[in-house]
């Protein structure tokens, strides 16, 4: 039987692949589906927020922003009362290609879910968010060790 590291990283790389063969069709670049993707879901949001959720670096999102900017798919400003920090939202064309990015998504994953049974898909969910969740615990506990 295959690692628990290396089946959760080749799911990924398949996944991964499949998502960056089709958004790059619709003139997307890796780390915009998903950027556009949570802002799809959670609205207008911080650039912190966005890498926190995302899972990339802050310096990587501010470029990833700047492009998504400059192609007219999000706007960002200030909001009253703060200064500091600058807030992204969709534009008309971002929530275009959001809802793109989702069928995207939907279709990449319709093998897996008519594969499994509802029981087996709502496990997989399960188990993937507690990975998820002891794996950001642990490197949360290892950054405080090495402080």
Do not use: W
């Not at 999000?74 to 275009?96: A, Y």
């Not at 897996?112 to 399960?126: D, I, K, P, Q």
């Amino acid at each position: 039987m295959e690692s628990l590291h290396y089946l959760l990283m080749r799911s990924n790389a398949i996944f991964s692949r499949r998502i960056l063969s089709e958004v790059n069709k619709i003139g997307l670049t890796a780390g915009q589906p998903k950027v556009l993707d949570f802002l799809r879901t959670h609205g207008e949001a911080d650039q912190k927020t966005i890498a926190s959720y995302c899972e990339i670096e802050q310096a990587t999102v501010g470029s990833i922003l700047l492009r998504m900017e400059k192609s007219g798919l999000i706007v960002r400003r200030q909001r009253e009362g703060n200064r500091r920090s600058l807030f992204v939202s969709l534009t008309d064309r971002g929530r275009e290609a959001a809802g793109q990015v989702a069928a995207i998504f939907e279709k990449t994953e319709a093998p897996v879910v008519s594969a499994l049974t509802g029981e087996e898909l709502n496990t997989l969910r399960a188990l993937l968010e507690k990975t998820c969740r002891i794996l950001s615990d642990s490197a949360g506990k290892e950054n405080l060790k090495n402080d």
